[in-house]
């Protein structure tokens, strides 16, 4: 009888309980699935989306970057303020998060504490993870790469011949680090120039090393099986990548993105005052002058063309690109404002474009480097202007040059240079088909004057012709135009039209190319204009 009291009461259960058995088991059943949902987006966010996500990068400069070939440092503290930095504190890094930084490349050189086989110091490699968990913690990535190694007469520039050391060396790196999440992401190498082919670059060693570190890490376990992973360019240089010899290595899935510095024009962003560089290139001594302002039209024109090419090799195959290392020299005799400029458009373009930002190179103490832009020990700005926009790049708030782009045929200057003497427009690679050139001539028949449509070949070597007076058709105004088909011309970078006889009597109005297909061409003017409150 109590048994059959209690198999009654056991019924009575199951019955209250049946009411809600299938609405809880659809809540579980659909609460499994948007969990599964969400783990799955986050496990298949592409390379592109975390770099879109990256935001605004910055440098911890002069740090652990630091190197000495000679030297034995009893301290990874010692390496650190080795060129005069301070050490760098969790409190420090953290701070300049609120000015819109949301990416933090942390820059190391290993050389002064691993052998001859790549075995690292286990205080180095402690003091290295204790800075990378100041700034995932914080949800902000962290950039961590092999640094100085690669420099000029250091190991990593003797390329495979040193492949054994860089496997082991990222092999202890990829297994330290293989349970951080996906805010760390690992960068092959920093600007490694080879010792090699009488000091060519190489790209097969560049290809075979990038390729070495895809493998080791994606080997190493943990998380490091779906971390982003950035290959380094040939040079940390864009001109020497993004060109057709620059290879890609594979991803089994697909997760990288491609790194290289940003110091364009070097007269600019690297050259000191009264100090020009000299260099050999075919057995003729070249020199660069340093420049003191940037902000002229044809300085804006070698930007964009820049940022199309990395467009056109890499952004279009959907491979992302990190600017690794921006900026210019404030210690110098720079001028502020055209710092400012510089810096505003960059990182505005970066963040324009989709799926590529860059990464400020910044010393942050005035002495332990050439580039100094945010005091990290007293939280501010040297110049307020540039923190002030970087805030307001990184929510959006800011003039985007596509906005400025012009999609045309045609490309038309009115101001002339060298003391009025010549008119130039940059091609680049465009084509140009035909040129317009009017004129006004004063005090003299123009069948007695003449001026020259000039231009260097593929081989940069100057070519030229004279184009007579005679050949214009005058204009309802007074000028003369000359329409110059120019098809079969092979004209490299620039076409400049020159004043060369009775030029004191030319007054060059406007210079017009026809291009064989449609371009994009920046408006410079309405640009300048837009940015004028900014900077």
Known sequence: MRQEKVENNSMKTFKKFSKYALPIGLVLVIGISILIIILSFRSKKSAKDIVNDMGIGWNIGNTFDCFDNSKIFSSPDEQITYWGNVVPTKEMILKIKKYGIKTIRLPVTWMNFIDEKGNVNGDWISRVKEVVKWIIKDKMYCILNVHHDGGEGNWLSEGLKAKNKYIN??????????????????????????????????????????????????????????????????????ELTCIPEYAIPIDPINKFAVSFNYYIPEEFTLEPDGSPWSFEHNGEILYISPMIQWGEKEHYEILFNNFENIKKYFLEKQIPVILNEVGVLTEDKKEPKSIREYLYTLFSMTSDYNGIISCLWDASKKGAGDMNYYDKENDKWYDEKIGDFFKKISKGKYVKPTDYYIYTNQETVYNTVSSGTIMLINIENKKAIKAIVNILVEGRDYHSIGFGITSEDKNKAWIGEGISGSEGRKQDDGTYTFFIDIKDRDYNNYIQIEKWWGEEHITLKYFTLIYDKEYVIFNYIEYKNAIANYI
């Open 169 to 238: 060396l990222w092999s202890q790196i990829a297994i330290e680090f293989k349970n951080f999440n996906e805010y760390l992401i690992f960068e092959s190498m920093n600007a490694v120039y080879f010792r090699i082919s009488n000091n060519q670059y190489d790209y097969l060693t560049l290809l075979n090393l990038n390729q070495l570190f895809i493998d080791t890490v994606r080997n190493s376990g943990g998380k490091n099986g779906d971390r982003l992973l950035l290959i380094a360019g040939m040079g940390g240089n864009p």
